[in-house]
């Protein structure tokens, strides 16, 4: 039953950090003639594709995710064989169907069981409050996804340091249409491919400015591609080791290693350290405390450990924030300057 129908807390968001992605239905019968779901992409339950992808998503037009009417989800990407779009769909009363298409098709499909939590193992994960044990039976198909590639997660989280998401969203969009290409194969119109390591590093300094991408955050973005190699490197290693390894380049510290090494790695117990809302939010779910602050978070979470990323996933899906106490932060434009 797992993806079939939508979670009952509405999106907002919080529930969208969490990964809340909604994905129509699977129709009645195979989106292709032929199409048969594979037990490789899936061993276990079939996993909710919105949730189990969601976090790859970054805002509601990023050209590099799709989500279509007909139950699929899009995605392009920069593989190391080159640029490749896949096609991910569930088939009712079945599980997952993949296709792709470019050079990098060959390398998406054979990592598209692990984008799709098939090396994750849920079982491992043991409630031990009630408002988390009623967000997992409500997200039965939740998997933790592992992409196998680290800078397609990292730039896009560089770009959302010390600034709204809306913010951030939006530089990646430009940025990605502007120097990527166009995803391959029959993708929906307007996706696209993230520009390879050497463009990112030859992008002029006032494409950044027109992208409202500050200067500090440039030069970590241009630092990292310069050493593109070695970060992909992270993706072998233990996620500790990996966070040490993106930690290296300065610009680079816990807050953006970990977002980046929870998606590349499929991290079940990276916690995001160092986020203005995060630990108010946990503190708040858990224990009622509004003002709770990393060590804080990190004590409530403890029971967890080994799956803490997963419980706090959980903790965002169920859409319980404090109540806010001052406006949201207003996005800057620094293109007017």
Do not use: C
């Not at 994750?120 to 409630?127: C, K, L, R, S």
């Not at 998997?143 to 680290?150: D, E, K, Y």
């Not at 610009?251 to 986020?275: F, K, L, M």
């Amino acid at each position: 039953m797992a993806g079939r129908f939508r979670p009952p807390t509405p999106t907002t968001r919080t529930t969208f950090r969490g990964g809340h992605t909604p994905v129509p239905p699977p129709p009645n019968a195979p989106l292709d003639p032929g199409s048969e779901p594979d037990p490789a992409l899936s061993p276990g339950p079939a996993p909710d594709l919105g949730l189990t992808l969601g976090p790859l998503r970054r805002g509601p037009a990023d050209p590099t995710f799709r989500v279509t009417p007909d139950g699929s989800v899009w995605r392009a990407s920069r593989t190391p064989e080159g640029p490749g779009t896949i096609r991910l769909a569930a088939v009712r009363d079945g599980g997952p169907v993949a296709d792709a298409w470019g050079p990098g098709a060959p390398w998406l499909l054979d990592n598209a069981p692990a984008l799709l939590g098939a090396e994750d193992d849920p079982a491992a994960f043991v409630p031990r409050h009630k408002l988390v044990l009623a967000s997992l039976r409500r997200r039965p198909g939740l998997r933790l996804t592992r992409t196998g590639l680290v800078l397609e997660s990292l730039i896009p989280t560089i770009l959302e340091q010390k600034v709204t998401a809306t913010e951030a969203y939006a530089s990646w969009r430009q940025l990605v249409r502007t120097f990527g290409e166009p995803a391959p194969g029959p993708a929906p119109e307007g996706m696209y491919v993230m520009p390879d390591a050497r463009t990112w590093t030859r992008i002029p300094s006032w494409e950044w400015h027109r992208a409202n991408v500050d200067g500090k955050r440039s030069a970590t973005i241009v630092r990292a591609a310069r050493v593109a190699a070695r970060l992909e490197e992270a993706v072998l290693m233990d996620p500790p080791a990996a966070r040490r390894r993106l930690e290296l380049i300065p610009g680079i510290g816990p807050w953006t290693s970990a977002e980046t090494i929870q998606r590349s790695n499929g991290a079940p117990d990276e916690v995001t350290t160092g986020d203005l809302h995060l630990p108010g939010i946990v503190g708040w779910a858990l224990a009622g405390d509004r003002a709770a602050d990393d060590e804080a978070m990190l004590d409530l979470l403890a029971p967890y450990a080994g799956q803490r990323h997963r419980a706090v996933r959980l903790i965002l899906l169920s859409g319980r924030v404090p109540p806010r106490r001052a406006p949201r932060m207003a996005p800057g434009d620094i293109t007017r300057i």
